[in-house]
C-alpha cells in the first residue's frame, strides 16, 4: 500500500518568508509525527498527533513552528519568518497502535533551505 | 535533546565482514528500535527490542539490549555493499503505544565491494 508522502520534496525560501509543509499520512494510522534533522545529525523530535488527543508540542523550537493535522489526517508544519538555521530536512512519520509497539513509518522528507 | 549516542560515528568495511554498531542511552526505555536511513532521506524500520528482551534476531539482523548498562548493539553479519547506509538507535520511554522517538546521532556504515 501506500507510504508516507511529504510535499514539497525540496523547498527553497528566503529569509524572513513562511513555509508549509505537507505530511500525508498512511491510511488508517492514527498517530503522526515530526522530526527534523540537520545535516549529519540524527532527528529531532518537534510534534505529535495521537487521535482527537491534544498534540505533544514540546519539540517545537521557537512560537515560529506550529503544526495542524486536520480530520486525523493530513497535517501541515508551517515555519513563520524563517531563518537560516531552520535549514534542514523534516521527516513526518505516521503509526499504528499494535499494543506497546511504536514503529513509526517514515515520509521521504522535506529538504528546506533558507536563503 | 539526544537520547542515544552511537559509536562509532562511521565505519568502513569489507564486503562479508560483520558491522557492529553501539547505542548508550540515558533514561528507562519501553522499547528500543533501529532504523536505516540511505541518503540522508526517509527512515526505514529494521529491528524493535523491548526492554524485557535481551537478544532479537532479523535475517542478518541481530540486536542486543542491556538495560543495566543503558546500551544496544546492532550487528549487521556478512555485509553487502547495499547495507552501505547511516544506522540510527532510537528509544521510546513511554508507554501506550504513541510516543515520540528519541534518536541518536547515527553511525554512517560504508560497505566497499
Known amino acids: 500500500g501506500a507510504g508516507v508522502s511529504q510535499s514539497p520534496s525540496n523547498k527553497v525560501t528566503e529569509k524572513g518568508k513562511d513555509v508549509e509543509l505537507r505530511c500525508d499520512p498512511i491510511?488508517?494510522?492514527?498517530?503522526l509525527y515530526w522530526y527534523r534533522q540537520s545535516l549529519g545529525q540524527g532527528l529531532e523530535f518537534l510534534i505529535y498527533f495521537q487521535g482527537n488527543s491534544a498534540p505533544d508540542k514540546s519539540g517545537l523550537p521557537s512560537d515560529r513552528f506550529s503544526a495542524e493535522r486536520t480530520g486525523g489526517s493530513v497535517s501541515t508544519l508551517t515555519i513563520q519568518r524563517t531563518q537560516q538555521e531552520d535549514s534542514a530536512v523534516y521527516l513526518c512519520?505516521?503509526?499504528?497502535?499494535?499494543?506497546?509497539?511504536?514503529?513509526?513509518?517514515f515520509g521521504p522528507g522535506t529538504r528546506l533551505t533558507v536563503l | 535533546s539526544q537520547q542515544g549516542e552511537e559509536d562509532p560515528q562511521a565505519l568502513s568495511i569489507q564486503e562479508g565482514e560483520n558491522a557492529t554498531m553501539n547505542c548508550s542511552y540515558k533514561?528507562?526505555?519501553?522499547?528500543l528500535q533501529w532504523y536505516r536511513q540511505n541518503s540522508g532521506r526517509g527512515l526505514v524500520h529494521l529491528i524493535l527490542?523491548?526492554?524485557?528482551?535481551r537478544e532479537k534476531h532479523s535475517g542478518r539482523l541481530r540486536v542486543t539490549l542491556d538495560t543495566s548498562k543503558k546500551s544496544s548493539s546492532l550487528l549487521i553479519t556478512a555485509s553487502r555493499a547495499a547495507d552501505t547506509a547511516s544506522y540510527f538507535c532510537a528509544t521510546d520511554a513511554g508507554s501506550g503505544g504513541y510516543n515520540k522517538l528519541i534518536f541518536g546521532a547515527g553511525t554512517r556504515l560504508a560497505v566497499h565491494p
Open positions: 527490542i523491548r526492554s524485557n528482551e
Open positions: 491510511s488508517g494510522h492514527t498517530a
Open positions: 533514561t528507562s526505555i519501553n522499547n
Open positions: 512519520a505516521s503509526s499504528r497502535r499494535t499494543g506497546q509497539v511504536n514503529e513509526q513509518f
